[in-house]
């Protein structure tokens, strides 16, 4: 009973005890709150020494403007406290960041998020470095920053190395760039020089073929032709010394007479003049054919010379009689020479009959090609037919056109048509080479062009353009 006299609370003072008891029990959540607040500020300050020791602290008002600054930040800008506080971190920018780079991170840190990313800077005796920066922000009890902590480490020595590295690969990656190119033009080459080394091989091969041919063949030649005249006088002379036996001896022997009968001498008389002129046309052709055999394999021309561009040409022409010649079905291939009036031309005539034997060559492929590509009617009507043009540009120049009506070349192919080995024949009926060592003979040897367009009406033209006149460095790369 005591105890319940003593609590009691008296009349009308209820309210006040309520008040007391809700006052009491605020001062103790404040009493909690301060520990609380002086633990965390504890633990803040733990944190900001820790961070004075290994970090580079910077922190910014709202606007952006430098509070405060720890030891390491003023070591690695070298600036003195003073030098930065007030102002922005426009003090220590280096101008090696674009704007969207500072617009992003403001736009991320205004939104009260952390900003994480790497900054080179520009300290104050102009030398930079870089560092690895967390931005975060403080924000008021409206959720809006009013401060940020930027917290950085120093990274200068770890992006060096970075660039280092990055500029040792770059030099490792020309070098070995560099390398490649010297490999490829080696390789491009060596391959020029085998594509030379076999062709002009092939060539030497059929050159001292060809000449031994021709020697052989005029020897003998020279002898039947010379011989024919004499013997063509002979016979006309035995002739008239016959004739002259028939009128001052009318009545020959009847031995004489049987003779003459199965010899049927009028005939004989008649025919025999024939068949020695028959010969020595026969003769005369050969002799043609061995000079162009002679003319075309030039093996005792290994300097240049002044030549008859046409001569060459005429010749390369008679070595592919043969192939120009109509062939069971296949029409004969038409050659029209437009030829101008071309002065002698300095040059390897050896090498520039070759390259006339490589385009012809080629041309009679087209047109053959094409025969076969057309039915009955069409191959009827069709005249394969080949066109060599030749004219004088100037005094310096002259060109040499080579034009067929076969089936043409496609753009695709004829990017690649002097290149080494390249060809669109059939395994076994070509190396891909001719035009390739043509290509060379004409532009290296002779210091000119050669060039392919297809025509409006079908079929393809080769063009070779070669100086009047080689100047002393083009005749030394010739004769090497």
Not at 19 to 24: F, K, S, T, W, Y
Not at 84 to 91: P, S
Not at 256 to 280: N, W
Request: net charge negative; aromatic share 8%; glycine share 6%.
């Amino acid at each position: 009973m005591a105890n319940s006299t003593l609590t009691r609370i008296p009349e009308g003072c209820e309210l006040f005890y309520d008040e007391v008891i809700a006052l009491r029990s605020r001062v103790a959540e404040l009493e909690h709150a301060e520990a609380s607040l002086q633990r965390s500020l504890k633990d803040l300050a733990d944190v900001k020494f820790a961070l004075d020791q290994s970090s580079i602290v910077a922190i910014t008002d709202r606007a952006g403007v430098i509070t405060y600054v720890n030891q390491k930040f003023c070591e690695i800008a070298k600036y003195e406290p003073w030098e930065v506080l007030g102002k922005t971190h426009q003090v220590v920018n280096s101008g090696c960041h674009s704007k969207d780079f500072f617009a992003e991170m403001w736009s991320t840190i205004a939104q009260g998020k952390v900003w994480h990313g790497e900054i080179k800077n520009r300290a104050k005796d102009g030398s930079y470095y870089w560092v690895d920066t967390t931005i975060v922000p403080f924000l008021d009890e409206r959720g809006i920053p009013y401060q940020y902590v930027a917290i950085r480490n120093d990274i200068t020595a770890f992006k060096q190395a970075k660039e280092d590295l990055q500029h040792l690969n770059e030099q490792l990656e020309a070098r070995v760039e560099a390398r490649t190119q010297d490999l490829a033009s080696t390789l491009h080459e060596l391959q020029q020089t085998q594509v030379q080394l076999v062709q002009s091989e092939k060539m030497s091969s059929l050159g001292q073929l060809v000449a031994g041919v021709a020697h052989e063949i005029n020897n003998p030649v020279n002898f039947i032709y010379g011989n024919l005249t004499h013997a063509g006088e002979y016979t006309q002379d035995l002739l008239d010394l016959v004739n002259l036996y028939v009128q001052h001896y009318p009545d020959p022997h009847p031995e004489i007479q049987d003779a003459l009968e199965r010899l049927d001498l009028a005939f004989l008389t008649e025919d025999l003049p024939k068949l020695l002129s028959s010969m020595k046309v026969g003769a005369d052709r050969i002799q043609k054919i061995v000079l162009s055999l002679r003319n075309f394999s030039r093996m005792d021309e290994a300097e240049m010379k002044d030549v008859d561009i046409h001569e060459g040409i005429d010749s390369t022409l008679m070595i592919l009689q043969n192939r120009l010649k109509s062939k069971g079905d296949r029409k004969v291939i038409q050659v029209v020479k437009d030829y101008g009036n071309l002065p002698a031309i300095e040059c390897y005539p050896g090498q520039l009959n070759q390259v006339f034997m490589n385009i012809l060559s080629n041309a009679i492929d087209a047109v053959e090609e094409q025969l076969k590509a057309l039915d009955i009617v069409c191959a009827a009507t069709y005249t394969p037919t080949i066109r060599i043009q030749t004219v004088a540009l100037d005094n310096r120049y002259i060109q040499i056109a080579i034009a067929d009506n076969g089936a043409g070349i496609p753009e695709s192919i004829q990017r690649r048509l002097f290149d080494p080995f390249f060809t669109t024949k059939p395994i076994g009926k070509g190396t891909g080479m001719g035009l390739s060592i043509s290509y060379q003979i004409i532009t290296e040897k002779h210091g000119g062009t050669l060039t392919c367009r297809p025509l409006p009406q079908g079929g393809a033209e080769f063009i070779v353009t070669i100086p009047t006149a080689q100047g002393a460095d083009t005749a030394r790369t010739g004769a090497a």
